[in-house]
């Protein structure tokens, strides 16, 4: 889809020419990491594979992605959440505004991506080490999570109400797409986080 023009006087935010660059690789390893798996499964896929596959070298594929279990976790949706929590409206319940974040971005990657979301999740389930490195991961988004937060509530972001409950939020995404898979994958993974989130209404933090 073209990139949509900026309003006159409105400073451009498309990514430039070296992080197009970036956004490319980094997918380019992705897609042949996903390719070589479905071939020949998780263990017996390599870094120096990867690299073959991708056309790239493996310390490019190790700069992008320390470890080999990145590729399948590591994307750059922090500051893309971040941002698009901090525009939702400021009297908008916290549970609206994660509501509505999360479900639009995942309705766009299961549009653009489906076969990826597919694959990856199956990896996290599948596989002990991904689905560990993904425990590692809810750390950085719950930080995040803990400023906006902060923020919208005027509460401290090392609180533990706030943390509790950001990392209780995250933790229960996880459990909702495990459960997705589980189930083989048939059902609406958006309806089972807006039903994961409704849960969580109610709580002390508003």
Excluded: N
């Excluded at 908008?92 to 479900?103: D, F, G, I, K």
């Excluded at 549009?111 to 809810?138: F, G, H, I, K, N």
């Excluded at 797409?177 to 933090?205: A, H, K, N, S």
């Amino acid at each position: 889809m073209p990139a949509p023009h900026a309003s006159p006087g409105a400073p451009d935010t498309r990514p430039g020419l070296r992080e197009r660059k970036k956004i490319r690789t980094r997918a380019e390893i992705r897609q042949a990491t996903f390719r070589l798996v479905a071939a020949q499964g998780w263990d017996a896929t390599t870094v120096d594979q990867i690299a073959a596959e991708a056309e790239v070298s493996p310390s490019t594929v190790l700069r992008y992605f320390p470890v080999k279990e990145d590729i399948v976790l590591t994307d750059a949706y922090d500051p893309v959440m971040e941002s698009a929590l901090r525009t939702r409206p400021a009297g908008e319940p916290l549970l609206e505004s994660v509501r509505a974040v999360v479900t639009a971005a995942l309705r766009k990657t299961l549009d653009e991506q489906p076969d990826e979301v597919l694959v990856r999740t199956r990896l996290m389930l599948e596989v002990p080490a991904v689905r560990a490195r993904m425990v590692e991961s809810v750390s950085t988004t719950s930080r995040m999570l803990c400023r906006v937060i902060a923020e919208r509530t005027g509460r401290d972001a090392g609180q533990l109400e706030v943390r509790i409950f950001a990392t209780g939020l995250l933790a229960a995404v996880l459990e909702t797409t495990l459960y997705w898979t589980e189930r083989g994958q048939r059902d609406d993974l958006v309806e089972l986080i807006d039903r994961m989130l409704r849960t969580f209404e109610g709580g002390p933090i508003r």
